[in-house]
């Protein structure tokens, strides 16, 4: 290789280097974007819920979710009835979140503080409802009795709407 094309060779090398310092400089660093959590997922906190049952009865609630790990939830209603807001009691759930359905299905654990009214009672549930795109509401919800040897509740329908974290 002569002069000429040690000069060429050098030339080449010199503007190779010269557009990759310059894409370099060019281009912003790339950072990595945090992840954010699907928007639809179930939130811990209080969730004010109302509904209804068969005879017509209307309730409120604050349902407390308190842990959520993998699909499995814990957390509890703390139960209301009539337009007086007559405080019922405290009913314990486990249950889980299908994330691909976005539906909840709880069942009462244990009941506590419970108060009866008109020779009524809290008893224990099993609870279901869809979650809703925005992760802001469960809706189409239902409730009914827990099993074949728990005490017979009268089945309803609810919905509730995300307030606070706890």
Known sequence: MGRNGARFFLKVVLALFCAVFISCIASPATTATPVS????????????????????????????????????CIGYFDWYSGADEFYRGREYFEGTYLEA?????????????????????LVLGVYQAM????????????????????????PGTWQAEWVKLQ
């Open 37 to 72: 959590p699907p928007i639809n997922e179930l939130k811990i906190g209080v969730w004010k819920l109302s509904g209804t049952d068969e005879t017509q009865t209307i309730w409120s609630a604050d349902l407390v979710v308190q842990s959520i790990q993998n699909s499995a």
């Open 101 to 121: 359905e976005q539906r909840i299905n709880f069942a009462g654990t244990r009941l506590e503080h419970v108060q009866v009214l008109r020779g009524r009672r």
């Open 131 to 154: 979650l809703s795109d925005d992760g802001m509401k469960l809706f189409d919800g239902s409730w009914g009795e827990h099993g074949p040897n728990m005490e017979r509740g009268i």
